[in-house]
C-alpha cells in the first residue's frame, strides 16, 4: 500500500458514524449487511449511509456486491489487512519482537 492510498483509508476512518459503520461490518463477517439494514443498525437516514458507504467504499475498506435487488456491504479484509500492515510496516525497528504478534495476527 502506498502512502497516499492509506491517508485515504484513515480519512474514511476519521468519522465516527463511518468508523462505527467499519466495526459493524468487521463483526458480521464476509457475509456482510445490506445497506439498509446497516443504517437502522446505526439509526442514520439511509440517505446519509450511502454516503458513508461510498466513501470507505472508495478507500478500498469495504466491498458491494448485489443479490437481488440489494446491495450486500461487507468488509474488504484485503483492504483492511494492507491498511495495518502499511501502519506496522517499521515497527519497532530496534526490537521487531514488540511488534511480532501483531503483524502475525494481521497476515493471518
Known sequence: MDKLTAIEALAA???????DVFRLLVRQGPGGLP??????????????MS????????A???TRKREGRQILYATDYDG?????????????SADQAICEPVLQAVQC
Open 35 to 48: 445497506a439498509g439494514e446497516v443504517a437502522d443498525r446505526l439509526e442514520v437516514r439511509q440517505n446519509t
Open 80 to 92: 483492511m489487512q494492507q491498511l495495518l500492515l502499511f501502519l506496522m510496516e517499521d515497527c519497532c
Open 60 to 62: 478500498g475498506l469495504i
Open 13 to 19: 476512518l476519521a468519522n465516527e458514524t463511518r468508523l
Open 51 to 58: 454516503s458513508h458507504l461510498s466513501i470507505l467504499s472508495r
